[in-house]
T-cell receptor, first 117, second 116 residues
Framework: AQKVTQAQTEISVVEKEDVTLDCVYE???????LFWYKQPPSGELVFLIR??????QNEISGRYSWNFQKSTSSFNFTITASQVVDSAVYFC??????????????FGKGTHLIIQP | AAGVIQSPRHLIKEKRETATLKCYPI?????VYWYQQGPGQDPQFLIS???????DKGSIPDRFSAQQFSDYHSELNMSSLELGDSALYFC???????????????FGPGTRLTVL
């Protein structure tokens, strides 16, 4: 069975600090997708990134970067120079492709990130 | 860009009543997913539909049913509501045809259901 673990329940940092959110996953499939979503206090779920299991290339988008390492089954998310607007709950999620259909996402418990001014 | 539309945004029901939630996917998206998120919890996958056929099933109670219509919109029907059904219900959509982003699920704003 698939599982996503976000060990950090809550992280609090001061604005402009860098912060890394950890995500560890378990799956028996060789083909899978990993995602990060942001849920601000307003409640919507905002898609941030998708990574395929066969693509271990790290990605940078502005102040956001992601580090995918299959050897440690991790997909960590780093925010550099954090801002108050980054305050939200961040979810890591996994989708297996073994079923061949529109598979549901398995989410981690989320990390509540608090950026203090 | 157009996003996923959910209606109603808020719904208050009594125990044992029924509720119907509606979801309108992003235009040209052919797949719809339903999730339930309890307070302080992560979203839990309920069910998905691809081209109007049920595709994957998660932890959806037998009291709930869903379908996808010919215009790709979907409805989640919930009967014999219980206090524990109070939650935020998300619909998400994806396209199997978009190169490089198939299976990426884009979420709607959610319907907040309160059962009294």
């Amino acid at each position: 069975a698939q599982k996503v673990t976000q060990a950090q329940t809550e992280i609090s940092v001061v604005e402009k600090e860098d912060v890394t959110l950890d995500c560890v996953y378990e799956t028996r499939d060789t083909t899978y997708y990993l995602f990060w979503y942001k849920q601000p206090p307003s409640g919507e779920l905002v898609f941030l990134i998708r990574r395929n299991s066969f693509d271990e290339q790290n990605e940078i988008s502005g102040r956001y970067s992601w580090n995918f390492q299959k050897s440690t089954s991790s997909f960590n998310f780093t925010i550099t120079a954090s801002q108050v607007v980054d305050s939200a709950v961040y979810f890591c999620a996994l989708s297996e492709r073994g079923g061949g259909g529109a598979d549901g996402l398995t989410f981690g418990k989320g990390t509540h990130l608090i950026i203090q001014p | 860009a157009a996003g996923v539309i959910q209606s109603p945004r808020h719904l208050i029901k009594e125990k044992r009543e029924t509720a119907t939630l509606k979801c309108y996917p992003i235009p040209r998206h052919d797949t719809v997913y339903w999730y339930q998120q309890g307070p302080g919890q992560d979203p839990q996958f309920l069910i998905s539909f691809y081209e109007k056929m049920q595709s994957d099933k998660g932890s959806i109670p037998d009291r709930f049913s869903a379908q996808q219509f010919s215009d790709y919109h979907s409805e989640l029907n919930m009967s014999s509501l219980e206090l524990g059904d109070s939650a935020l219900y998300f619909c998400a959509s994806s396209s199997s045809r978009v190169r490089g982003s198939a299976d990426t699920q884009y979420f709607g704003p959610g319907t907040r259901l309160t059962v009294l």
